[in-house]
């Protein structure tokens, strides 16, 4: 079955600096990538996401890049502000959907 | 629009006891699926339904069970719980398709004792 590897599992970056959180995947029939932040106590929402038929996508801060061949995904977060500080999930779907295990972000003063 | 609504809160059961969890999605929306969250294993898919039939199913041992009714609004039942089931429970619906955008409640946290 598919399996979702996620690095790192904490990351510290300096406010304004960026950030960058990989996943690898291995069922190349997966075809949808999404990522959710979840803060502190609170429920996990959709940041991006990004099909098999796409190799980057940005919104504003954030930016995804997918490469098939080598089944990794990558997710970055430019200029970053007190309110990134949360947990990264990054998923893979074929028929379903497996999340990787997160990334702690906190984002330093 | 209300969102996706779990029901309850909070749970303290005991070991060999069962538990059923509640959810509600948001109007409109056909899927739902059910999430295991723990410390340092993230999101664990356990099932996912659509027009009460189970579409997709995770690794999960057979005592996790789930439903679907005509309303959309699914329930997850636990039967013989067991210390490693503690953990927060998801919930959430998109409206049907594969790839879409997941809505998650707020969760049942479950303590088993």
């Known amino acids: 079955g598919e399996n979702v590897e996620q690095h790192p599992s904490t990351l510290s970056v300096q406010e304004g600096d960026s950030a960058v959180i990989k996943c690898t995947y291995s069922d190349s029939a997966s075809n949808y990538f999404p990522w959710y932040k979840q803060e502190l106590g609170k429920r996990p929402q959709l940041i991006i996401d990004?099909?098999?038929?796409?190799g980057e996508k940005k919104d504003q801060r954030i930016a995804v890049t997918l490469n098939k061949t080598a089944k990794h995904f990558s997710l970055h977060i430019t200029e970053t502000q007190p309110e990134d500080s949360a947990v990264y999930f990054c998923?893979?779907?074929?028929?379903?959907?497996?999340f990787g295990k997160g990334t702690r972000l906190h984002i330093l003063p | 629009k209300a969102g996706v609504t779990q029901t309850p809160r909070y749970l303290i059961k005991t070991r060999g006891q069962q538990v059923t969890l509640s959810c509600s999605p948001i109007s409109g929306h056909r899927s739902v699926s059910w999430y295991q969250q723990t410390p340092g294993q993230g999101l664990q898919f356990l099932f996912e339904y659509f027009s009460e039939t189970q579409r997709n199913k995770g690794n999960f041992p057979g005592r996790f069970s789930g439903r679907q009714f005509s309303n959309s609004r699914s329930e997850m039942n636990v039967s013989t719980l067991e210390l490693g089931d503690s953990a927060l429970y998801l919930c959430?619906?998109?409206?049907?398709?594969?790839?879409?955008?997941?809505?998650f409640g707020s969760g049942t946290q479950l303590s088993v004792l």
């Open positions: 990004i099909r098999s038929n796409v």
């Open positions: 998923a893979a779907r074929d028929d379903k959907i497996i």
């Open positions: 959430a619906s998109s409206p049907g398709g594969l790839n879409e955008k997941l809505f």
